[in-house]
């Protein structure tokens, strides 16, 4: 009897010692996922906060001068992840020059001169044509005064989940106001 008692004892030790592990991995699990969704919510904020930023400007009948903040919202994000601060500021950075190729941000500029009623339409692509007109006063003027702009086209990085691309339409405003 003595040893049947010894031996009950001992099974229910271990027993208890069983349960006692078995609550500390469960509190250490659930205290690590909480942690990996405090976590998560957080870059998930972020990146709300980042895309709140471009998404403002997705929309139609933009003023040049919105369209010339995003383009500058855009260089100082991808300058912002540029492999060297010797790229110079009268030129854009090429995807290839940054560390984060995911945060690279793309600001595509077309200018439609006729406009769109389905007959001859045309776009004209601007690569480098914007910083041409940046460094030109006069050009910089005539741009702010006679272009409006649309934005037609808003992408997203698939992995990171941040904008990476929009595009922009500008519109002659002489001949908008000729064709209403």
């Known amino acids: 009897m003595d040893n049947a008692t010894k031996a009950l004892y001992i099974a229910g030790t271990i027993l208890m010692a069983i349960m006692v592990v078995s609550v500390v991995v469960l509190v250490w699990n659930n205290a690590s996922d909480w942690l990996g969704s405090e976590e998560r919510m957080k ?35 991808n300058r912002k992840y540029a492999k060297t601060n010797n790229i110079p500021t009268t030129r854009q950075i090429r995807k290839d020059e940054v560390n984060e190729p995911n945060y690279f941000i793309t600001i595509e500029i077309s200018f439609l001169w006729d406009f769109p009623d389905g007959s001859g339409s045309g776009y004209l692509d601007t690569s480098g044509y914007f910083s041409t007109i940046r460094n030109n006063e006069t050009n910089l003027q005539n741009f702010k005064e006679n272009l409006i702009f649309d934005c037609t086209t808003t992408g997203y990085n698939t992995e990171t989940g941040r904008i990476n691309y929009m595009k922009f339409v500008g519109y002659d405003k002489k001949q908008i106001i000729d064709n209403s």
Do not use: H, P
């Open 43 to 77: 870059v998930s904020d972020q990146i709300r906060a980042f895309n709140t930023d471009y998404e403002a400007f997705n929309k139609k009948l933009l003023r040049a001068t919105d369209v010339i903040s995003i383009i500058n919202k855009a260089e100082n994000n």
